[in-house]
């Protein structure tokens, strides 16, 4: 296998990574933020 | 300080010694890990002097898991963790006399266990026995100073034995490395370069973590569930 | 620190642009290493990676003392956030280690000390993070918490001059010419700018946490 090939799988692997880290984050953070909502709206029904 | 220390490891001694529980199955433990290791190997042959050390160690290190899970799993019923907290002494008497008796019990599994990785690996002592001892004995100054401090973040806990090994082990690594090195020395007999850097790195082990350990074992120990 | 939030994804697009534009700098800019060779630009993204993880961890320290001395939530959060990114970062400096020592070496991994330092903290720093996802009071986990995160980085020096003293085998040295220290230096600089946005994103995410827990709880109260 030649240098740029590895060089290659090198960046893939690095961008891949941090794309899934951030892809994690976003997903927790809509979870979250739906659960948020739906707390304000109930507490807001209960008054 | 000390007369509480010494009272806390007095007790706990008397306590574990006589339920036998807790000692016995750390002993078992590393008894068994060091004859499943002697099955890696074919009859008539030797393990390597390295091989034999690393197994001493990770006998020494799982006993040291289950020793301090036990010591600190003494006043975890019917809530007499408060009866210490509220002890006229600092927090760091109960440190150190979790400490000395952990020290106590675990070199007394380690004298069981150098023997058994001498039968069961086929291992020698060699004339560098005094360098083995030496740093034996700093070692496992470190390794119950870092125990008796994190021993106390599992109580209370479920699994607390598991949690213990994956946040203990790799603080250890410094100290794994240094007593495996110096271990394969006494085995072999043939005292490779480094040996005063190793010692140098245990000391300042010690010193870290028994320093890190007085300042920040209030901390953690306290009456909360 | 909310006041931020809204800044993240502006920085953390900012930098990942910016390091897009840096793989320019690193395959044509750069020149190629007269004894390494081609793979070792893969040394330009590996090298942020890791010292980007190893300021995390450094900030989890600087947090942890901050708050066994505050006792504000605050420092804990933040201390959660970097250590998790921290993580994240270490662990692909490691990964893109392997793929480098793979191609210089032949082998996926030696022992160097750095290579193991990195290893040896991925370790130290995801038990670090399993004790803070444990069931507790808030409080004493943040207290547990702090009380390891200062344990853990003073172990750091430790390992790192172990790691050194068990072998001492070295990737050589690299000289670097002036357009390799540019690239480098660009590198490291646009890795800042997604690791900042990194950081908010992960912070709001533990603030929003709390913020779901304790409004939960005050309503239970307010039912009772």
Known sequence: MNSYEWILYAGIAVWSGLGLYLALLAHKQAGLSRRIKQLARLMEDER | ????????????????????????????????????????????????AQGAAAIFWMASAFCQVLIFSTLYGLEEINGQRQGLVLAPSPA?????????????LLVASQTLFLPATIVFLGQEISDLWRLGLAIVIIGDIGIVAIGSLLGALSQGQSARESLLSIVLFPLLAPLFLGGIRIGSAVFSGKLSEGADGWFGIALAFDAIFVASALALFPSVYNAEE | MAGLYPLAPFLALAGGFLLAACQWLILVYAPTEATLGLPQKIFYLHLPLAWWGLFSFFLVFIASGAYLASRKRFWDVLAGAAAEIGLALAALALISGAIWAK????????????????????????????????????????????????????????????????????PPSISLEPEMKHTLVACIASFALLWLGLLLFRWRLAQDAI??????????????
């Open chain 3, 211 to 224: 913020n779901l827990e304790e409004t939960t709880k005050e309503r239970l109260m307010r039912r009772e």
């Open chain 2, 1 to 48: 300080m000390l007369k509480a220390a010494l009272l806390i490891a007095s007790k706990d001694l008397r306590l574990t010694m006589g339920r036998g529980s807790g000692l016995l199955q750390a002993l078992l433990l590393g008894l068994l890990l060091i004859f499943v290791f002697s099955l890696s190997l074919t009859p008539g042959q030797r393990m390597s």
């Open chain 2, 92 to 104: 760091q008497g109960v440190w150190l006399g979790k400490a000395l008796a952990g020290l106590c």
């Open chain 3, 103 to 170: 191609t210089s070496w032949g082998l996926w991994w030696t022992w160097d000390a750095r290579l193991t330092t990195t290893l040896v903290m991925c370790f130290i720093y995801a038990g670090y993070l399993v004790v803070r996802g444990m069931d507790m009071q808030p409080d004493r986990r943040a207290r547990i918490a702090a009380v390891l995160g200062i344990v853990a980085f003073l172990d750091v020096p430790l390992v790192f001059f172990s790691a050194r003293l068990w072998s001492y085998i070295h």
